[in-house]
């Protein structure tokens, strides 16, 4: 990418709306081929070429490709919308805003809209020049492309609620709103209790 906030968007939507061999040819035009990728129910660390025994060739990109299909079987049909994106360029950290609307194709007309945060490491590369470069007449030389970026890793982050979307479709706020209910009683509890013994103290201190 020459302008990530700019085109973060149509990366986005070609790997999660393409077809597989648009969603394979986003992943080799815009992340690096040892990229990581980690989300609330799966990762995939960083893998280079020989770093697995028994499979010297495998490249962690082939394994997002692999999740990335894998996403587009389980709803077919997303909705996605990409609300605000902002590039750190000292960090090198893109944040990407999004909406997404998930429906599962074996559950009829269920549809979970869910928020996250997409938090993308990027690296600026210039294009490898060719070995026989500097021996070719000059007429016939490439013209040298400027650097651009691409993605190292890729972290999605969501919403407890959102996440619980996932696996009770329908109940996730319902299920949270429970938890947070519980956890406000226990911590109401806990804080009347340490009351009741600062003041026991207070009495024998007293008397």
Not at 43 to 60: M, R, T, Y
Not at 67 to 94: C, E, M, N
Not at 121 to 129: F, I, M, N, R, V
């Amino acid at each position: 990418m020459e302008h990530p906030v700019k085109e973060i968007g149509g990366v986005i939507k070609s790997l999660t709306e393409g077809s597989p061999d648009v969603q394979e040819s986003a992943l080799q035009d815009y992340f690096l081929p040892n990229a990581s990728f980690t989300h609330p129910f799966c990762h995939v660390p960083s893998i280079s070429k020989g770093q697995v025994p028994l499979a010297g060739g495998l490249e962690s990109i082939q394994l997002i490709l692999g999740i990335y299909r894998w996403y587009r079987t389980l709803s077919p049909h997303i909705d996605i919308q990409v609300d605000s994106a902002a590039f750190d360029q000292k960090s090198g950290l893109l944040y990407v805003s999004l909406r997404q609307t998930f429906a599962l194709w074996f559950i009829p007309l269920y549809k979970a809209p869910v928020r996250l945060v997409s938090v993308l490491q990027l690296t600026q590369l210039s294009p490898e020049s060719s070995s026989d470069e500097d021996e070719a007449p000059e007429d016939s030389k490439p013209r040298r492309q400027s650097a651009k970026y691409y993605i190292a890793s890729q972290e999605d982050l969501y919403p407890v609620s959102d996440c619980i979307q996932f696996l009770c479709p329908g109940l996730g706020p319902f299920l949270w709103r429970i938890w947070q209910l519980y956890s406000e009683e226990k911590d109401a509890q806990v804080l009347v209790g340490y009351s009741d013994d600062v003041w026991y103290e207070g009495r024998w201190d007293v008397v």
